[in-house]
């Protein structure tokens, strides 16, 4: 029963084979510097969906941090998450990174930046199951 009860509330991410290309080059790009993109797609019984980027408006980026702490995101509901590179190659999300915390889904990607390198975590810094469509 209590298993049953965990699949119902396991989320699954999905990501398009060319938006996780695109998140790869826009982070190889920005590096030794983090990069950060908002996540656009649906959701659907917690499952998200992913298939376009947008490069946000006031992106401040350095290499400890990425965000846009100042300057909330436009309300907008295809808006799921946001993905930030983490230079420094580990793809846990740090403390500031759960504060700031948007949407449904933080995915993370860790140097150098290839297709093993993409994470992807919930509110609670608990990963969660990626999949490349
Ligand atoms: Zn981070």
């Known amino acids: 029963m209590s298993e049953l009860k965990k699949k119902k509330f396991e989320r699954k991410i999905s990501l398009t084979k060319d938006a996780r290309d695109g998140i790869l080059s826009f982070c190889k790009m920005n590096h030794p510097n983090e990069g950060i993109l908002i996540l656009r797609g649906k959701s659907k019984h917690g499952d998200v969906y992913i298939d376009e980027l947008v490069v946000p408006p006031f992106s401040e980026t350095g290499a ?16 799921v998450g946001i993905v930030h590179s983490h230079p420094s190659g580990t793809a846990k999300p ?40």
Not at 94 to 118: A, H, Q, R
């Open 64 to 79: 400890d941090f990425a965000g846009f702490p100042h300057n909330p995101l436009p309300l907008d509901l295809s808006y």
């Open 94 to 133: 740090s403390l500031t990174d759960l504060d700031n915390f948007f949407g449904l889904v933080s995915i993370i990607v860790k140097s150098p930046y290839e297709d093993d390198d993409i994470f992807a975590w919930d509110s609670d810094g608990r990963e969660l199951p990626l999949v490349i469509i």
